[in-house]
């Protein structure tokens, strides 16, 4: 009898409690209705899970996508890439023609035998053959540069989900810092090199001004005023004539060759100076990659070992757990 008792108290125990319960949330739901009297004839529907329907944030839209998309673009490679591709196409467009030019002044000019500047015509016409090699090379190389950058931005990996970072691929990070860097010293010589062109245009440019100039017009010494390209040692010594004076240096600055040639090889020195400047900038964007492989390499080492060991920690659990199990 006395645990039939005490069963039957503990029920009217907690139907007391829930009444108690039933009670208050009445009391709860009677005073909301008298502060908001609109919501006593609302009606409220139980909000819908994601089994009920699809959120929309589950499927985002196109301009989510995009928005995802234009934040996996390295900006950064970006911008040295169109830098680079300019700056050679400067370059190596303005300078094939400026050195036609230049070659035909001279043969118009200061150098009436062909033998005398037959081997700068040569070598003129084998620069000319580099530069369609330069323009070539630095297509493709702006190319794998600029899908580096892409497959080293954190972005893009957000995108396209984890990824292990191998010695190769850091290998390969660390081999583009280097020939960046050298092509970055080369491409120094090559500033300095296009320079020269620009300073004996600029000589002779000068030195027609001062002709042209109204204290020198009306004297006899206009005819002293002579331009000597053979002391630039860009043809021979015995090259005839190989000097210009006075008014036949003049007519010889009004041309057309000498105006598009003298500014053509200023828009290529421009052009060997952005390409400096693009690969200095993709240096920078190499070393910063290059480290941050580095680090992702240590972080997945760190990731590696950790996993395992809570592998071995369960293993434990679990087999100590079916010990227990096998005493009891």
């Known amino acids: 009898m006395k ?7 503990e029920e009217n125990t907690e139907q007391s409690q829930e009444r108690k319960v039933n009670s208050r949330a009445e009391m709860e739901i009677g005073r909301y209705h008298w502060m908001y009297p609109g919501s006593k004839n609302r009606q409220y529907h139980p909000v819908p899970t994601l089994g009920d329907r699809a959120s929309p944030l589950s499927s985002p839209g196109c301009f989510e996508c ?17 830098l680079c591709f300019s700056g050679v196409a400067l370059f190596c467009g303005c300078g094939h023609v400026a050195l036609a030019g230049t070659v035909a002044i001279l043969e118009q000019h200061f150098s009436t035998n062909t033998s005398d500047h037959a081997l700068l015509s040569e070598v003129i016409q084998l620069m000319q053959y580099v530069i369609y090699g330069i323009a070539s090379f630095f297509f493709l190389y702006g190319i794998i540069l600029l899908a580096e950058g892409f497959y080293t931005t954190s ?21 583009f810092v280097f020939l960046t860097y050298v092509l970055g010293v080369a491409w120094l010589g090559v500033f300095g090199f296009s320079a020269v062109p620009v300073f004996m245009f600029y000589n002779i440019w000068s030195t027609c001004e001062v002709i042209k100039s109204p204290q020198t017009n009306g ?4 005819e002293q005023i002579c331009v000597d390209i053979r002391q630039y040692g860009i043809i021979p010594w015995n090259a005839f004539p190989g000097k210009i ?27 060997a100076g952005a390409t400096v400047i ?9 070393s910063s990659n290059w480290a941050y492989l580095k680090d992702a390499s240590k972080m997945q080492a760190y990731q590696d070992i950790k996993a395992k060991e809570e592998q071995e920690l369960q ?7 079916e010990q227990l199990n096998s005493y009891t």
């Not at 693009?278 to 190499?286: D, E, G, K, N």
Request: net charge neutral.
């Open 245 to 271: 004076c006075g008014s036949a240096l003049e007519n010889i600055c009004n041309t057309n060759e000498f105006y598009m040639s003298y500014h053509l090889f200023i828009v290529a020195c421009a052009g």
């Open 66 to 82: 995009c928005i995802k998309c234009l934040g996996g673009v390295p900006y950064a490679s970006l911008v040295a890439t169109i």
């Open 155 to 175: 972005a893009v990996k957000e995108l396209h989900g984890e990824f292990k970072t191998t010695a190769c691929g850091r290998c390969i990070s660390g081999m």
């Open 219 to 222: 004297t006899a010494g206009v």
């Open 315 to 321: 293993d434990i659990q679990s087999r100590s757990k």
């Open 3 to 9: 645990p039939a008792m005490e069963t039957a108290a």
């Open 278 to 286: 693009a690969l200095i900038h993709f240096l920078m964007i190499l």
